[in-house]
């Protein structure tokens, strides 16, 4: 291939030289960055790697590089990401990707190595927000990236394995193969971390789950019925995690989980962020993070829904009884004869009737009736929500004429007192009750970011719209006289409860009621099996049980009890006795004793000691030159 050697052809003048100069320039610098991607795509480096040449060539051979600020570097050889992506942001504003994110260099490198290129646009409208430190609830559908969404802002908050406290983050799944799912990509984007996550699902080993909790994780990733067993039998306080997320929240919900999910939140201590993904938002889960969430932001991808930009879309507001002859007329009029047009009705009784309509309109249309012409008044431009079934019997001696009146003379229908309630009686009696089914949801217009009042306000409002009603727990239970009654899953029938139940509970710290098969002394054979000392398991095992007052966290006052720690296995919601035995206090004495020893350098005194009394005895000995004294003496050194 022939060398670009300038502008070959042509006169060579001042102006097209310097525009070829620019031009080669800027090759050059193209060239570089993408041999730097290249090389390098697969850990993320490339993109620091073409940021550092950039700059380079902007400032000059001969001026040094500006350094970046140390504090917040993670280590002396990694650059601090943060600052080039701010950087790069500059330049780029509109950048959308990873890198706009301000991500820390070991969770950007995951990010690299597993292969994302550029967010999803969940992930693109959550992280940002969550790294915020903002509460979330997040609609996303399955498949979408959310996983990722999630993880990557714990990753930036935890930022890497801590020795001191417990698990400070909490990721609740519905079901063993979604967590198992979970465990996989936080191995794979946190590669570079080096958090600890231990697994806690149901059907697994108990006691495994007890030596994982032990490693002192900084990640739990468990399914709420073991968490809660395994929380009650170590008496196990959640008052390190700061982060919780519950993914697939509809499901952890609907699969009754609630006792459960009650019991690991009552353990939570207050002012954690709390982050929660959902396909849907059933009403329970809108009044879930209403209580639980701290000015939850809701981000919905579903309302992003982008158009074909062939496509165009026009709403009519019409009246019920008109919906035909609107139909009609864009099908005549609007719809040119060579396309072809599909038109969505609730029911086979809908599609029956709009077919004879449609016959009959167009026999109409060719023999214009004085009605026609009424048509093309304008309507009203807003969106109408149903389409409701056709009056069975239209009553013919109505005129369209008199439809459209009715359209124009709204206003007046309004004026009179009774006119609303007798507009609605009068079209609850029109609907045909029997095949009556709204093709579209009642939450059809918040979903599309239609609707007026679900924008922008509080996140009860942008709820309101989201809402999917499934049948809520409080749904299946029944009053039966004063007797309360419960679905009972294994017997199949509502069964009472007297109060009876209560009997087979135990008393958590919380002070609610859980199942007596949640406690069963198995930590404690656990710990007898591994010779693990109920002080030294107290302070090691399951750290989070200290409370943050003691690490010097925030807390509620309210949770000032329940943070008390307890001797594993004491059954919860007793306290352990003030007094200790003697034994307790002399190993107590002797490890404090041994700490402050320790504390104030009392081991290199000693063996600096030890070696003066070495030099001592090595001078008594032999440099008095007292034959007798040396064999002795050479038997005490
Ligand atoms: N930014 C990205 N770029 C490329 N692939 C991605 C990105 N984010 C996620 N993926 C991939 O998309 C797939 C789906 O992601 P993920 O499992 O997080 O979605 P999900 O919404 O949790 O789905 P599910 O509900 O099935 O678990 C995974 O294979 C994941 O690796």
Redesign the pocket.
């Known amino acids: 291939m022939a060398a670009d050697k300038g502008p070959a052809a042509g006169p060579r003048s001042r102006a097209a030289m310097a525009q070829w100069r620019k031009k080669k320039g800027l090759r050059k610098r193209r060239g570089a960055a993408s041999q730097a991607r290249g090389s390098d795509s697969e850990d993320g480096e490339f993109e620091i790697q073409a940021e550092d040449d950039a700059r380079a060539r902007k400032l000059g051979p001969g001026r040094p590089l500006p350094t970046f600020p140390t504090s917040e570097c993670t280590s002396d050889v990694e650059p601090d990401t943060r600052e080039m992506v701010r950087a790069q942001n500059k330049k780029k504003k509109k950048s959308g990707g990873f890198q706009s994110m301000g991500l820390s260099y070991p969770v950007f490198k995951g990010i690299m190595k ?7 646009p969940i ?1 693109r409208k959550t992280i940002p927000v969550i790294l915020d430190g903002k509460d979330v609830v997040a609609m ?9 969404c999630f993880l990557l802002p714990m990753f930036e908050r935890l930022k890497t394995h801590s020795a001191q406290t417990g698990a400070r983050a909490l990721i609740l799944s519905p079901t063993r193969e ?1 967590a198992l ?1 979970t465990l996989k ?1 936080t191995k794979e984007l946190g590669k570079f971390t080096g958090l600890k996550t231990a697994l806690i699902l149901g059907g697994d080993r108990m006691e495994d789950q007890f030596a994982a909790l032990h490693e002192n994780p900084d990640i739990i990733i468990a399914t709420p019925g073991r968490l809660v067993h395994v929380a009650v039998e170590m008496s196990l306080k959640l008052q390190s995690v700061e982060y919780v997320v519950f993914d ?1 929240a509809d499901r952890l919900f609907e699969m009754g989980f609630a006792e459960q999910l009650q019991e690991i939140i009552a353990r939570l201590p207050g002012g954690h962020q709390t982050v929660l993904f959902s396909a849907t938002l059933p009403k329970l889960l809108v009044e879930f993070a209403r209580a639980g969430l701290t000015e939850p932001v809701l981000i919905r991808l579903d309302v992003d829904t982008k158009l074909n930009e062939q496509l165009k879309t026009s709403f009519f507001l019409v009246r019920e009884d008109t919906k035909a002859a609107v139909l009609l007329h864009l099908l005549h009029n609007v719809v040119r004869p060579q396309d072809q047009t599909v038109v969505f009705v609730a029911t086979k009784h809908h599609a029956e009737y709009l077919t004879e309509a449609v016959w009959l309109g167009l026999a109409e249309v060719a023999q214009p009736t004085p009605w026609w012409p009424l048509m093309k008044s304008p309507t009203c431009w807003i969106c109408t929500c149903s389409w409701a079934a056709p009056s069975p019997s239209p009553d013919p001696s109505r005129s369209p004429q008199d439809i459209f009146s009715e359209v124009v003379g709204r206003k007046r229908q309004r004026s009179g007192p009774n006119r609303g309630a007798k507009r609605r009686r009068e079209e609850a009696r029109q609907r045909d009750q029997e095949f009556y089914i709204p093709y579209r949801p009642k939450d059809f217009d918040s979903e599309r970011g239609l609707s007026i009042s679900g924008e922008g306000g509080a996140f009860e409002q942008q709820a309101a719209g989201a809402v999917l009603d499934l049948m809520g727990d409080e749904a299946q239970n029944l009053t039966r006289g004063r007797q309360q009654l419960k679905w009972d899953r294994k017997k199949k029938r509502f069964v009472g409860q007297s109060g009876q139940e209560d009997k087979k509970k135990i008393k958590t710290e919380s002070g609610r009621y859980i199942s007596s098969s949640y406690k069963r002394d198995l930590y404690q054979k656990w710990k007898q099996k591994q010779k693990i000392d109920d002080r030294d398991s107290d302070e090691e095992g399951a750290s989070d049980r200290r409370g943050p007052e003691r690490r010097g966290g925030k807390r509620d006052r309210g949770q000032a009890g329940a943070s008390r720690p307890h001797a594993p296995g004491t059954p919860a919601g007793r306290v352990r006795p003030e007094l200790k035995t003697k034994q307790q206090i002399l190993k107590q004495r002797r490890r404090a004793q041994k700490l402050h020893f320790l504390q104030r350098g009392g081991l290199k005194q000693l063996s600096a000691r030890n070696r003066r009394r070495v030099q001592e005895l090595q001078q008594g000995a032999f440099g008095r030159g007292a034959r007798s004294k040396k064999g002795k003496m050479r038997k005490r050194m």
Do not use: C, D, H, I
């Open positions: 597993k292969g994302y290129k550029v967010p999803t992930q996303a559908r399955t498949g979408s990236g959310k996983t990722a979604l799912q990509f697939e």
